[in-house]
């Protein structure tokens, strides 16, 4: 079956930065894209950005410009989100999340790693 | 951006009550509009995609409708394990998400 397994929990301070993995089994990990969203405590699902697994591509979320890297490792399944420049804000919960295509080309999200809590504080 | 508004944004019901929730989006989206619930500590688990496709596994009390830009999902005779946050979501172009809608017991 399709899993996510996503790394453990960081506590980071401001103006470091974190890197959070998700393992995919289950699948042909070049088969679906991958996305990224993250959670602020309390709040909403905000999406951050997507990697193409079988090409390399990446398109990020203008907020995160700058300041946000994914990348893959097709060896291991494993894809990577990197924040830099962490401010309190960015305390939230991140999520990998994978990219389905409907019968009809609509897109959603069938299978979500279990969320990495990330802390920022001084 | 698309905005997506999700209404109302904390809801009261009990077992057994039918209960809708509605999702207008800034501009139209065809049906590319998804439904996800949210536990406490879970990640979201996909109901509907595509408007009105119930996705494999999730019982038929949920359902989907709506095109364009006004979309609702439906919960018939509520169960106790459907006390959740639900969200919306348009696939439409760069995703994004309703503020969401938590559903409350009475």
């Known amino acids: 079956q399709v899993q996510l397994v996503q790394s453990g929990a960081e506590v980071k301070k401001p103006g470091a930065s974190v890197k959070v993995s998700c393992k995919a089994s289950?699948?042909?990990?070049?088969?679906?894209?991958m996305h990224w969203v993250r959670q602020a405590p309390g709040q909403g699902l905000e999406w951050m950005g997507i990697?193409?697994?079988?090409?390399?591509?990446?398109s990020y979320a203008q907020k995160f410009q700058g300041r946000i890297t994914m990348t893959k490792d097709t060896s291991t399944s494993t894809v990577y989100m990197e924040l830099s420049s962490l401010r309190s804000e960015d305390t939230a919960v991140y999520y990998c999340?994978?990219?389905?295509?409907?019968?009809?080309?609509?897109?959603?999200?069938?299978?979500w790693g279990q969320g990495t809590p990330v802390t920022v504080s001084s | 951006d698309i905005q997506m508004t999700q209404s109302p944004s904390s809801l009261s019901a009990s077992v057994g009550d039918r209960v809708t929730i509605t999702c207008r989006a800034s501009?139209?989206?065809?049906?590319?509009l998804n439904w996800y619930q949210q536990k406490p500590g879970k990640a979201p688990k996909v109901l509907i995609y595509a408007a009105s496709s119930l996705q494999s596994g999730v019982p038929s009390r949920f359902s989907g409708s709506g095109s364009g830009t006004d979309f609702s999902l439906t919960i018939d005779s509520l169960q106790p394990e459907d006390f959740a946050t639900y969200y919306c979501q348009q696939s439409y172009s760069n995703p994004t998400f309703g503020q969401g809608t938590k559903l409350e017991i009475k």
């Open positions: 999340a994978r990219l389905e295509k409907s019968p009809g080309s609509k897109y959603y999200f069938d299978h």
């Open positions: 501009q139209r989206i065809a049906g590319y």
């Open positions: 289950g699948y042909t990990f070049t088969s679906h894209h």
């Open positions: 990697i193409n697994l079988s090409g390399g591509g990446t």
